[in-house]
Nanobody, 116 residues
Framework: QVQLVESGGGLVQAGGSLRLSCAAS????????MGWYRQAPGKQRELVAS???????NYADSVKGRFTISRTNAKNTVSLQMNSLKPEDTAVYYC??????????RGQGTQVTVSS
């Protein structure tokens, strides 16, 4: 069974940095796309960033220039480097992965809290 496990969340002051990591287990196949979503209390889940096997990336406008997504295809891992964090970045961050077949998986989530 495919599982995604996130790590690296926590509490940080505004302007600080955090790095989230996600590792997939239960498969040797590569994902077409890996990425990160987030959901803040009372808000809809939103895509933060994604990266395809080709290396093409996609970022939410609110994080462009502050967040960087990267992945290691051979290990099915994806990371999100978050710099210049703002209180509005506070949310539960979920790792997401999509196989070429279209099957989609999501991790349990990791809390990121940015204090002002």
């Amino acid at each position: 069974q495919v599982q995604l496990v996130e790590s690296g969340g926590g509490l940080v002051q505004a302007g600080g940095s955090l790095r989230l990591s996600c590792a997939a287990s239960g498969t040797t196949a590569n994902f077409y796309s890996m990425g990160w979503y987030r959901q803040a209390p009372g808000k809809q889940r939103e895509l933060v960033a994604s990266i395809a096997t080709s290396g093409n990336t996609n970022y939410a406008d609110s994080v462009k220039g502050r967040f960087t997504i990267s992945r290691t295809n051979a290990k099915n891992t994806v990371s999100l480097q978050m710099n210049s964090l703002k209180p509005e970045d506070t949310a539960v961050y979920y790792c997401n992965a999509i196989f070429w077949s279209g099957s989609e998986y999501r991790g349990q989530g990791t809390q990121v809290t940015v204090s002002s």
